[in-house]
C-alpha cells in the first residue's frame, strides 16, 4: 500500500509540473488553463504529421484514438488517410464510436474529428463487433522516453486499454503511440501493472522509438476497477459476463 502511495503522488507532481511549465512558458493552447487536462499544446498538428510520416502509421488501416483537443489532427489525419477510426466517447460513458470515412462527406472530416462530429457522423458500436486495432493513439500529461507514460489521472486511457485486450481488439503487437510537446517529456514515470506503455512518441520536432521493456498489459484488473463499473455501462457489461459482478 505504502508503494502505492508514493507512485501516486510522484505521478501528480508529474502532472502539477508540466501543468505549470506548460502555462507558465505559454505553451498551452485552448482549452485552457490545462490543469486536469490532457493538455492540448503549441505545435498539435505538426506532432500529428510527424506520427503520420512513420511506417506504423502508414500499416495501420484500423486505429484507435483518444477524444481529446491535442489529439483532433491525429483523427483528422486517419479519415484523410482513409483509415477506419474508432473513438472513445468521453469517460467511456456511451462506449466506443467507429467512424468511416464511406460514411463521412470529405469536406466534413475536420468536423468528424471533433467529438460533436464524432456523434453525427460516426456510430457506437459493440465490441463483438469492432474489428483488430492495429495502433492506439492516447493523450498524454508527460511521457518518458522508455514507453512511461501519465494521462490526466483518472485512467481512463488504461480503462480503454483494458477493456480492448479483454474483448481481444489489441495484442502485444498493437503499436501504442502518443503526440505531445517536447517540453512534456521527462525524465521518468513510473508504471505499475496496469499502465500500458508507449511504442511511438511524437512531438512536433521529431519521432520518438522507445523499445520498450515494459510489458502491455491484456486484460482488465478487475480489484482495482470493480468500484467504478457502475459508472461505465461497458465495462460493466463485461462484468456480467465474466461472472464478477451480479445484476
Known amino acids: 500500500m505504502r508503494l502505492s502511495l508514493d507512485i501516486h503522488n510522484i ?4 502532472r502539477e509540473h508540466v501543468w505549470k511549465l506548460m502555462e507558465d512558458k505559454n505553451i498551452a493552447r ?5 490543469y486536469g487536462r490532457i493538455p492540448n499544446f503549441v505545435g498539435a498538428e505538426e506532432a500529428a504529421r510527424n506520427l503520420r510520416k512513420t511506417p506504423e502509421w502508414r500499416k495501420s488501416l484500423v486505429v484507435f484514438c483518444n477524444p481529446d483537443s491535442p489529439q483532433k ?3 483528422f489525419f486517419a479519415l484523410l488517410d482513409s483509415k477506419k477510426l474508432i473513438m472513445a ?3 467511456i ?3 466506443f464510436i467507429i467512424l468511416d470515412t464511406q460514411n463521412i462527406p470529405y469536406r466534413e472530416y475536420s468536423y468528424a474529428s471533433t467529438i460533436r462530429g464524432a456523434f453525427k457522423y460516426g456510430k457506437i458500436v459493440e465490441p463483438e463487433r469492432m474489428p483488430f486495432i492495429e495502433m492506439k493513439i492516447t493523450g498524454c500529461t508527460a511521457v518518458d522516453v522508455k514507453g512511461g507514460r501519465l494521462g490526466k489521472g483518472h485512467g481512463y486511457s488504461d480503462l480503454e486499454w483494458g477493456i480492448l485486450a479483454e474483448c481481444g481488439l489489441v ?3 498493437t503499436v501504442t503511440a502518443t503526440t505531445v510537446h517536447d517540453i512534456q517529456i521527462v525524465e521518468n514515470v513510473p508504471m505499475t501493472k496496469h499502465d500500458f506503455p508507449l511504442d511511438i512518441v511524437a512531438t512536433p520536432t521529431r519521432v520518438i522509438y522507445t523499445n520498450t521493456n515494459y510489458e502491455k498489459p491484456m486484460g482488465i484488473f478487475w480489484e482495482e476497477v470493480i468500484s467504478r463499473v457502475s459508472e461505465i455501462p461497458l465495462l460493466y457489461a463485461l462484468c456480467l459476463k465474466r461472472g464478477i459482478c451480479k445484476q
Open 11 to 14: 505521478k501528480a507532481k508529474i
Open 93 to 95: 460513458k456511451q462506449g
Open 171 to 173: 495484442s502485444g503487437e
Open 89 to 91: 466517447s468521453p469517460r
Open 30 to 34: 485552448f482549452p485552457r488553463p490545462v
Open 73 to 75: 489532427h491525429v483523427r
